[in-house]
T-cell receptor
């Protein structure tokens, strides 16, 4: 089955700096890669996603890049703000058969300091 | 629509007791998923419904776990004879799916946290 690895596990940046989180996946059939943000006591919230026919996607301060050859994808947050502090999860989905289940990474705790 | 609702938000029980969680998905979503999340880990897939049909179950879903979605709307997840290892956050998600393939965007609920003493 799919295996997703995520690094780093913790990341501390100063407000205004950029943050980068990287993930690798094992199943070459995976074709959908979402990123979720989880705040304390809440469920994961989708912040951006990318599909395998696209190499890069941007939404304001957030961007995701995908390298299918190397089987890795990254989340980039620019001009970080204190409200960006949360745990971020990458995930991958291969959508084989009738299931569309996500395999998640182990998360990155991002702390944005003033 | 207020999104995916889960109840209860927190449940503390003694080992050996049965517990049931309820999930109300977004009304127009035909697909519903259960995930489990332990401390410091990402969510792990448990099971998936399309309408009322349970189409896939993870090996994580032992015989003590049962999930239903009787009318294709809300779903319940029951854990019988709870064990301390069942302590986790149980997350429900829903999505719209129109066919067997094609990535679905999952919307998660806030989760039901289970503590087994």
């Amino acid at each position: 089955g799919e295996n997703v690895e995520q690094h780093p596990s913790t990341l501390s940046v100063q407000e205004g700096d950029s943050a980068v989180i990287k993930c690798t996946y094992s199943d070459s059939a995976s074709n959908y890669f979402p990123w979720y943000k989880q705040e304390l006591g809440k469920g994961p919230q989708l912040i951006i996603d990318i599909r395998s026919n696209v190499g890069e996607k941007k939404d304001q301060r957030i961007a995701v890049t995908l390298n299918k050859t190397a089987k890795h994808f990254s989340l980039h947050i620019t001009e970080t703000q204190p409200e960006d502090s949360a745990v971020y999860f990458c995930a991958a989905s291969s959508n084989t058969g009738t299931a569309s289940k996500l395999t998640f990474g182990t998360g990155t705790r991002l702390q944005v300091t003033l | 629509d207020t999104g995916v609702s889960q109840d209860p938000r927190h449940k503390i029980t003694k080992r050996g007791q049965n517990v049931t969680f309820r999930c109300d998905p977004i009304s127009e979503h035909n697909r519903l998923y259960w995930y489990r999340q332990t401390l410091g880990q990402g969510p792990e897939f448990l099971t998936y419904f399309q309408n009322e049909a349970q189409l896939e179950k993870s090996r994580l879903l032992s015989d003590r776990f049962s999930a239903e979605r009787p009318k294709g709307s809300f779903s319940t997840l029951e854990i019988q004879r709870t064990e301390q290892g069942d302590s986790a956050m149980y997350l429900c998600a829903s999505s719209v799916g129109t066919g067997p393939s094609g990535a679905n965007v999952l919307t998660f609920g806030a989760g039901s946290r289970l503590t087994v003493l």
